[in-house]
């Protein structure tokens, strides 16, 4: 398994604990982080998506699909801008912030593997 494929399945893993706790417990995770309990079914709905993503990074890493590592970064990118944003316009607290470093931190780990992939690749 390549580094940048170990890095994606990483976040897979992280992606698959979010999930689960959104769909089983996700309050508790919501009063963590400053945002209000809720008994609406959207929070679920997401983590049943954010399981889905995870679904696709693991099957992703295996087959070594480097088209969408690159791809990961860009749009692990986007999430902390996307947040940022949403703290900026009052929408949410800054501690969402936070879930956004964590993909952003992916990213980064991804991209250099990606690039020391190719630099070993063309020496």
Excluded: C
């Excluded at 990961?72 to 879930?99: D, E, N, Q, W």
């Amino acid at each position: 398994m390549s580094k940048a494929a170990m890095t994606v399945k990483v976040f897979a893993g992280y992606l698959l604990l979010l999930g689960l706790v959104l769909v089983l417990a996700p309050n508790g995770l919501l009063r963590a982080f400053g945002l209000p309990p809720t008994g609406e079914v959207w929070i679920r709905v997401v983590g049943m998506l954010v399981l889905v993503l995870a679904f696709y990074y693991w099957n992703a890493a295996r087959a070594e699909l480097k088209g969408f590592f690159r791809w990961s970064v860009a749009a692990r990118t986007s999430v902390l801008l996307f947040f940022i944003a949403f703290v900026v316009a009052g929408l949410a607290p800054p501690t969402l912030i936070l879930f956004g470093m964590i993909d952003l931190a992916g990213a980064v780990w991804t991209a250099l593997a990606l690039r020391g992939e190719a630099a070993r690749q063309a020496a």
